[in-house]
Structures are given as C-alpha cells and as structure tokens.
Nanobody
Framework: EVQVVESGGGSAEAGGSLGLSCAVS????????MGWFRQILGKEREGLAA?????????WYADSVKGRFIVSRGDTVNTVYMQMNNLKPEDTAKYYC?????????????????????WGQGTQVTVAS
C-alpha cells in the first residue's frame, strides 16, 4: 500500500507565504515523480508543479505559479516541499500531492491528474485579500 500525506497550508494574507510538505511511503520506489495540484470546489484539479524525488532534474511549473512557487526535494526519501510566495486570493484552494506507480513524469503530461495513481487527502490554503 502506498500512502501520500500532505502537511502545511493554512491561511495567509495576500503577498504572504506558506509552505507545504508531502511524504510518500509504502511499497514504492525510492525515486518517483511527485506532483502538486490544487482544486477549487466545482472545478477541475489544476497541475501546479512536479519533480522527481531523486536526482537533479529541474521541476516543472504551471504558468500560474511560475516564479512564485518553488518545489524542492526533502532531506528524507520521497519527500518534497512547495514554498508558496507572493500568494494571491486566487491561490485559495485545496492542495494535493500525488505520485504514480513509478513510470515517471514527462514534460507533456506531468500536469494531468491522470498521470498519477496515488493521492493525498489534501490540505486547505486560504489567502485573504
């Protein structure tokens, strides 16, 4: 069984910062693709960023967060962080971390929810104007 657990989030003022963490455990390889998504109620899940948990490859970012959100690898196996800076009210959403069964992530598909098999429970981020 594979478990994906997000932590962090919460509330911030516009222009502020928040951080999210994600840890994957269970029967999964030590180097996997992990993606960050967010979802507003009633809308489709939006891919924000993705990164491999090992190696030195650069993350991918969606245009909506490029230059404001920074994804990095954690100090322990299969953990990643997402630092969210210069937050905007439109960043208010539930944020999810996800991974897949080890077939990696690719520039043309990392942002699709269908590229991932395992999802965390999500954590709420609320940005006040």
């Amino acid at each position: 069984e594979v478990q994906v657990v997000e932590s962090g989030g919460g509330s911030a003022e516009a222009g502020g910062s928040l951080g999210l963490s994600c840890a994957v455990s269970g029967e999964i390889a030590s180097g996997v693709c992990m993606g960050w998504f967010r979802q507003i109620l009633g809308k489709e899940r939006e891919g924000l960023a993705a990164i491999y948990t090992t190696g030195s490859s650069r993350p991918w970012y969606a245009d909506s967060v490029k230059g404001r959100f920074i994804v990095s690898r954690g100090d322990t196996v299969n953990t990643v962080y997402m630092q969210m800076n210069n937050l905007k009210p439109e960043d208010t959403a539930k944020y999810y971390c996800a991974t897949n069964k080890g077939y990696g992530c690719y520039s043309q598909s990392w942002h699709y929810a269908s590229s991932y098999d395992y999802w965390g429970q999500g954590t709420q981020v609320t940005v006040a104007s």
